[in-house]
């Protein structure tokens, strides 16, 4: 199956459980690998008969910047109902990363896949 996939998009939302995180947005990685037909943008090489990823991931930035939730969960379920709402989708996988959080984990993050 045909896939775009955006890797390591940088986002800026305000996010975490603590009181010390409710201060300031901090940032945040997104991939997101999007199962599509790609037969008909590879023969017209016409972008809109694809999703355009740059358009994507601003629609992705303006969401997290908008957003106001305690847990990587909330905001990775908001992302993904908006890309599967606003794309023909067939599949979208997402992983939505925490960097440096924990002193002894590189990172932490979530993932969700949802289906047409
Ligand atoms: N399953 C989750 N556990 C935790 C989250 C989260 O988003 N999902 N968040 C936190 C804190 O905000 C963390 O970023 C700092 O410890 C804790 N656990």
Known sequence: MDKIIIQG????????VYDW????KQPLLVDI??????????QSDDVNDTVDYAKAAEL???VALDSDFQLLEALA???IDTL???????????TLTKPN??????????????EA
């Open 84 to 94: 599967m709402a606003t794309y023909p989708l067939l599949n979208v996988t997402l």
């Open 9 to 16: 998009l940088k986002i800026n939302a305000l996010i975490g």
């Open 33 to 42: 690998v999007m199962q599509l037909d790609l037969s008909k943008a590879a």
């Open 60 to 62: 992705l930035e303006k």
């Open 77 to 79: 379920g908001k992302l």
């Open 21 to 24: 995180e409710r201060e300031s």
């Open 101 to 114: 959080i924990l002193d002894n984990a590189q990172k932490v993050a979530v993932q969700m896949t949802r």
